[in-house]
């Protein structure tokens, strides 16, 4: 079975641009959620998505947007870009169940 | 305020000790406590789930244990490898949060050869 998948693995914006980033979580998982991982630090919780609702919301301004489709997959939308949003964003996917499935993360660089 | 720490940020032994890893919080009511394995570049592996109600958890050379009173897990490897070499991510979920984790910010073992 395919793990989490996410796209791009590499992304390089300016500060001041718009991203999008995406997320496929594995097949027949329900729930998706978004995590910020900058370098030396643990994931950080942005949001969790189940059945296409928002079930959860960390503390991140209101630049960061997400959303779920009704294939299960997920959007991770930033706006405004600041220098410190360089970090690994992580997606995760679970079945219902605790542990969470990461996938390998898009690396954003903001210049 | 609420604290996830991790005992220290670099752990080095020697390949068929035990490496014994720690996580400590406050202000936490955890009714689950998860352990992650993360290599460089890559997302965290899920490794093992103990419940606030559980003291102790195992899977092959790994072992969890969880003290609510102490406020503190415990992660052992036994016989370890250089290939058990990586960062250990210790996350808890509070109650009632609907499976959000908050992680602590991990501990790098390296297992010499």
């Known amino acids: 079975d395919a793990g989490v998948t996410q796209s791009p693995t590499h992304l390089i914006k300016t500060r001041g641009q718009h991203v999008t980033l995406r997320c496929s979580p594995i097949?027949?998982?329900?729930?998706v959620s978004w995590y910020q991982q900058v370098l030396g630090q643990g994931p950080q919780f942005i949001f969790q998505?189940?059945?296409?609702?928002?079930?959860g919301r960390g503390n991140f301004p209101d630049r960061f947007s997400a959303r779920q489709f009704p294939n299960y997959s997920s959007e991770l939308n930033v706006n405004a870009l600041l220098l410190g949003d360089s970090a690994l964003y992580l997606c995760?996917?679970?079945?219902?169940?605790?542990?969470?499935?990461f996938g390998p993360g898009t690396r954003l660089t903001v210049t | 305020s609420q604290k996830i720490e991790q005992n220290s940020e670099a752990l080095n032994i020697q390949e068929g000790k035990t490496a014994t890893l720690t996580c400590n919080y406050t202000?936490?009511?955890?009714?689950?406590l998860q352990w992650y394995r993360q290599d460089p570049g890559r997302g965290p592996v899920f490794l093992l789930l103990?419940?606030?109600?559980?003291k102790e958890k195992r899977k092959e050379r790994l072992k969890v244990t969880f003290d609510t009173t102490l406020k503190q897990s415990l992660f052992h490897i036994t016989a370890s490898q250089p290939a058990d070499s990586a960062t250990y991510l210790c996350?808890?979920?509070?109650?009632?949060?609907?499976?959000?984790?908050?992680f602590g910010k991990g501990t790098l073992l390296t297992v010499n050869p």
């Open positions: 995760a996917s679970s079945p219902r169940t605790h542990e969470q499935y």
């Open positions: 097949s027949g998982h329900k729930s």
């Open positions: 998505y189940y059945e296409k609702e928002e079930r």
């Open positions: 202000n936490y009511s955890p009714a689950y």
């Open positions: 103990i419940r606030e109600n559980e």
């Open positions: 996350a808890l979920e509070d109650g009632g949060s609907n499976y959000k984790l908050t």
